[in-house]
């Protein structure tokens, strides 16, 4: 987890660089002087707030202090603005003591604070805190429509502090991803803004960024120094919680390229500074790390107490989202289960009162038989309308209980249906898992034998396989998590206007390195400004999964076309690969949402078998559908979006 997610980015924008070090401290100095005789009330509460945001860099206890004096003078006053500014420097405060559920809270009062005000950029900070937060909870979904919102307003506004602290914040969420070329590009977009509004902290952060995307990489010199560009930066500016991630940065830099008493040296300076005490997010890290450290020089006892500490900063920090989730799914089905319930007794409920009723037409008219002619007469005319009617209620309900039962019968079918095709995933799934897993077994015990032997090339090919048996197991369980959920609906559809062109560019930077590797020539076609109402990280999800496969299934040397065109009333986006074709059968079971197995590419490449199953599902949550032709010379996918305006 990239350095970004223990900052609060409030003080970010209220005082920059001057945060921590002597230049802080000298600010704190010379704010308790001005305190002494301020102007006005305003600026009285000005002050105290600013003394807030300092101390959280210096003494959170006095920091507190001052942020509950801040609050109270701002209500005192009725100052809207000094009310907002201060519930976001709070937001910074929870956020330091790993309260993410409080610091949520604070920055989304203070969104609508700044919203009623018609502060925009201030809103926009809020909103990039909150993204943030959902971010670390591991919610990518929900934190990227926030960071591109956010980047409009910075934009328009020409905003540099803001554009270079979101550019950080996107890239963290693309190396979460695993999209390490979209992430080098946002972080050094960071730093470019942070060069040009002069915000020495921010460079220090998309140092950092740059530095563990080329680790990911592999590409261990470039890591190594922006890693140290960061840390020099850092300790300039004696920022003690910069230098603290710096420190865990270069140690597990130094482990993976080998260098363990190196990395050891690094971990040792982290541990003991007193900055690691309450960031549960940084004792997490850096435990992780020695427990693999002194797993790999043998120290049992010392990898046992890493472990333990690790495990307790992760229970600090653990939120209850995948509890959330199956409570969620149980709720559902004790629901169904119910309901059903309801019926059966519905039913039985009706024939039963039904039948009370027809006993008690029956004495009503046995017991008038020693009434007069004339009466009896009259009660057996009375009688027989009332039996018309009690046949013809007996009728209706018994096509009622037809037509339940019938219902009752289709459910049970769907039901049968549906657990055959989750049998056939869970199959297809565990199929999946097994290579890659079976495959980091073995690397296991190859990795063992070659370090006996010293062979370090043979050890960083072995890494590498890693690394890509990890990256298939992360996306095929990404792609089934995703599908689960639009199957019970948890996941939710918000639409949103967005031009095609830059969901076309982001998704194709994405793709650069591969498309290189197999030589394969991609040509796009799409006409601008076209703009579409859509779930972006749905329609995102789609065309990354379209790309994949084109790229997955062209030989080396092949040709990618993608076309993005206006159809009447919308607009249609088109794949189409250069391969040998998809038989009928498996287009077949796509459009009936059957499991497909998946198949290996033109370069042995693993798929997960879900993909355009999943993004059948995502399509037609926007009402429409995913056309597929196929051919021994390629096949050709596509969709159609509407068009923003004719949606308004």
């Not at 929900?142 to 803001?162: A, Q």
């Not at 930077?509 to 703009?531: C, P, S, W, Y």
């Amino acid at each position: 987890m990239n350095r970004v997610i223990c900052c609060s980015l409030c003080l970010l924008f209220y005082f920059g660089s001057l945060l921590a070090g002597a230049q802080g401290l000298s600010l704190v100095d010379s704010l308790k002087s001005m305190l002494k005789n301020p102007p006005n009330d305003s600026v009285e509460t000005r002050w105290v707030n600013s003394l807030f945001g300092l101390y959280m860099s210096i003494d959170m206890d006095s920091a507190l202090y001052y942020g509950e004096q801040a609050k109270a003078l701002a209500e005192e006053l009725q100052d809207s603005v000094l009310i907002a500014s201060n519930t976001l420097n709070f937001g910074g405060y929870y956020w330091y003591q790993s309260d993410f559920t409080k610091a949520m809270e604070c920055y989304i009062r203070a969104a609508e604070i700044f919203d009623k005000l018609g502060s925009e950029t201030d809103k926009a900070d809020a909103q990039l805190n909150i993204a943030l937060i959902y971010m670390i909870m591991g919610e990518g979904a929900k934190s990227k429509p926030l960071f591109y919102k956010v980047f409009d307003i910075y934009k328009r506004n020409n905003y540099l502090n803001g554009l270079s602290t979101a550019y950080q914040y996107l890239g963290t969420v693309f190396q979460e991803e695993a999209n390490y070329d979209s992430a080098i590009y946002c972080f050094q977009n960071c730093v470019d803004y942070a060069i040009k509004s002069k915000m020495v902290l921010n460079q220090a952060w998309g140092y950092s960024g740059l530095g563990e995307a080329y680790l990911k990489k592999g590409m261990y010199a470039e890591a190594r120094k922006y890693q140290l560009k960061s840390l020099q930066i850092e300790e300039q500016l004696g920022n003690k919680m910069g230098m603290l991630q710096s420190y865990i940065s270069l140690g597990s830099m130094e482990k993976q390229m080998g260098n363990l008493a190196a990395a050891e040296q690094y971990f040792t300076k982290a541990e003991a500074m007193p900055e690691l005490l309450g960031d549960f997010i940084s004792q997490r890290n850096l435990y992780q790390e020695l427990v693999k450290l002194y797993e790999t020089t043998g120290e049992v006892s010392k990898a046992y107490l890493s472990y333990r500490k690790h495990v307790a900063a992760v229970d600090s920090i653990k939120n209850s989202e995948d509890l959330a989730v199956i409570n969620e799914l149980n709720e559902k089905y004790e629901s169904e289960k119910k309901a059903n319930e309801i019926i059966t007794l519905q039913k039985e409920g009706e024939l039963n009162r039904l039948i009370l009723d027809k006993e008690r037409n029956q004495k009503w008219l046995f017991g008038g038989a020693s009434v007069l002619f004339l009466i009896l007469s009259v009660a057996m005319i009375f009688g027989y309308f009332q039996l018309k009617k009690s046949k013809n209620q007996i009728d209706k309900q018994n096509q009622l209980v037809t037509k339940i039962n019938k219902a009752l019968n289709r459910s049970q079918d769907e039901l049968l249906a549906a657990n055959k095709t989750k049998d056939k995933f869970f199959a297809l799934v565990a199929h999946d898992l097994r290579g890659p897993v079976t495959s980091m077994q073995g690397i296991g015990r190859m990795l063992s034998f070659y370090r006996k032997k010293g062979d370090e090339d043979r050890i960083n090919q072995l890494i590498e396989q890693v690394d890509q048996s990890s990256a298939s197991v992360n996306h095929l369980l990404d792609n089934l998590l995703k599908w689960a959920l639009s199957q019970t609906n948890g996941l939710n559809f918000q639409p949103e206007v967005f031009e095609t062109k830059g969901l076309v560019e982001e998704c194709m930077t994405i793709f650069t390195e591969g498309m290189k590797a197999k030589e394969i020539t991609i040509t796009v076609e799409q006409e601008a400004d076209l703009m579409v109402e859509a779930d972006y990280n749905m329609i995102s999800t789609v065309l990354r999964n379209l790309l994949s496969n084109a790229l997955k299934f062209s030989p080396a040397g092949g040709v990618i076309q993608l076309s993005v065109s206006e159809r009447e009333d919308c607009v249609e986006i088109t794949v189409t690969d250069s391969g040998q074709g998809m038989p009928e059968e498996t287009i077949r079971k796509i459009q009936g949402n059957e499991p497909v197995e998946s198949t290996r590419g033109t370069q042995d490449e693993k798929g997960t078998g879900l993909g355009l199953v999943l993004c059948r599902e995502f399509i037609r949550l926007h009402g429409q559908e995913l056309s597929i032709s196929s051919s021994d010379r390629g096949t050709s996918i596509s969709f159609q979006l509407q068009l923003a305006h004719q949606m308004a």
